[in-house]
Structures are given as structure tokens and as C-alpha cells.
T-cell receptor, first 116, second 113 residues
Framework: GAVVSQHPSRVICKSGTSVKIECRSL??????MFWYRQFPKQSLMLMATSNEGSKATYEQGVEKDKFLINHASLTLSTLTVTSAHPEDSSFYICSALSGGLNTEAFFGQGTRLTVV | KQEVTQIPAALSVPEGENLVLNCSFT??????LQWFRQDPGKGLTSLLL?????REQTSGRLNASLDKSSGRSTLYIAASQPGDSATYLCAGDIYNQGGKLIFGQGTELSVKP
């Protein structure tokens, strides 16, 4: 299957700093990528849809100024958690569709963010 | 609003058993349905994708079915092995919603040797 690479896998940062997470599609082009958040023992919740060359679409309740998304190329989307606080500590996972809409979704390895 | 429910939340079986994981959704407008595996602290591995025109998909010891009329999907695992221990998630997308997936809560499977 298609490969999506996410980096870093783990990050610890101080409260008030910003953290950038990268999501790359390694062997295919992805015009659309998705960012999810997962709390312990809970399922994945969609945060936003990242569209190449345009602004991201955020789900209700997700602060767009706090979670900055950039999708500058067909193989890279980044999520920046700005002015991170302990409550932002979570598992963040990105995904990309392998061949456009209504095709199989492949996920990155996830990033465990801990804000201290 | 589409909601996806998975039953049971947790399951423990002895090695070799066949088992069924259930997934139900509230909106019959679901388009594709996908089953994933997640190991602790890891990302998701795609297991099976059932596209809108399909009713069933098979891969090795795994078989997934989709019945849109009843709003249900099942994942059948044959001859379970300890290496199958993981959390299994089902997720569906809705036509014309840009490919966004709505996830169930997952079933945590433990296969005892």
C-alpha cells in the first residue's frame, strides 16, 4: 500500500512554545490530507482537512489560529501547534487518500506531543 | 450526523478462535467503509476497504462485509493468533464530504496463546 510518513514520532516541548509536525506522502501525490487527534483510549477525531494550494478546512471547535496547517506541495502537509499548553498534549495523526476522493486512506505513524 | 459504534469495546479470546467484530453507523449515506488496525502508541494500518459498490472484501484471514441497508459492517478474523492483538477501528466516509472519515471507538482485541 501507499506510504505516509509522519515526523517527529515523539516531541516534548515547553508550555508556550510552538511545535511543527510534518506529514509526507512518499510514493504518491496527495492533494488532500487530513489531521486527526486521538486522546488515550479514545477514537480519532478529525481536526481539519488540508488542501494543497489553498486554506485548510477546520472542523467545528478546532481553533485555526492555534493549529496552523500548511499544504505547500502535493506530498507535504504540516501542522503547527502554536503556543502549546499542557491540554494540547495528545496523539496527532495525519492521513492521505491514495488516489483522490473515495479511495483508500493511509495513515502516518502518529506524533505523541507532550507539553510540559 | 453520522455516528459509528463498535461492539464489543474489548474482546479476549484464546488462540485459534474465529471471531467477529461489529461496526454500525447511523447514516445510510455512508460511502466507503474501511477497517484499520492500531497497535499501542502507533498509527493506523489499513486492513480492508469496502467501496460503495462492494459488499465484501477479503485479505488472508480477514473478511469484511458491508450492509448499507442495515447500517452494519463486520470484520471476521479466522484462526486468530497472538499477533492479531491490537485495537481494530472501523471508519466510514459520506459521499461528497471530501473523504473525511468518521471513526468508531474501536475494539481492543487480545488473543491469548
Amino acid at each position: 500500500g501507499a506510504v505516509v510518513s509522519q515526523h517527529p514520532s515523539r516531541v516534548i516541548c515547553k508550555s508556550g512554545t510552538s511545535v511543527k509536525i510534518e506529514c509526507r506522502s512518499l510514493d504518491f501525490q496527495a492533494t488532500t490530507m487530513f489531521w486527526y487527534r486521538q486522546f488515550p483510549k479514545q477514537s480519532l477525531m478529525l481536526m481539519a482537512t488540508s488542501n494543497e494550494g489553498s486554506k485548510a478546512t477546520y472542523e467545528q471547535g478546532v481553533e485555526k489560529d492555534k493549529f496552523l496547517i500548511n499544504h505547500a506541495s502535493l506530498t507535504l502537509s504540516t501542522l503547527t501547534v502554536t503556543s502549546a499548553h499542557p491540554e494540547d498534549s495528545s496523539f496527532y495523526i495525519c492521513s492521505a487518500l491514495s488516489g483522490g476522493l473515495n479511495t483508500e486512506a493511509f495513515f502516518g505513524q502518529g506524533t505523541r506531543l507532550t507539553v510540559v | 450526523k453520522q455516528e459509528v459504534t463498535q461492539i464489543p469495546a474489548a474482546l479476549s479470546v484464546p488462540e485459534g478462535e474465529n471471531l467477529v467484530l461489529n461496526c454500525s453507523f447511523t447514516d445510510s449515506a455512508i460511502y466507503n467503509l474501511q477497517w484499520f488496525r492500531q497497535d499501542p502508541g502507533k498509527g493506523l494500518t489499513s486492513l480492508l476497504l469496502i467501496q460503495s459498490s462492494q459488499r465484501e472484501q477479503t485479505s488472508g484471514r480477514l473478511n469484511a462485509s458491508l450492509d448499507k441497508s442495515s447500517g452494519r459492517s463486520t470484520l471476521y478474523i479466522a484462526a486468530s493468533q497472538p499477533g492479531d492483538s491490537a485495537t481494530y477501528l472501523c471508519a466510514g466516509d459520506i459521499y461528497n464530504q471530501g473523504g473525511k472519515l468518521i471513526f468508531g471507538q474501536g475494539t481492543e482485541l487480545s488473543v491469548k496463546p
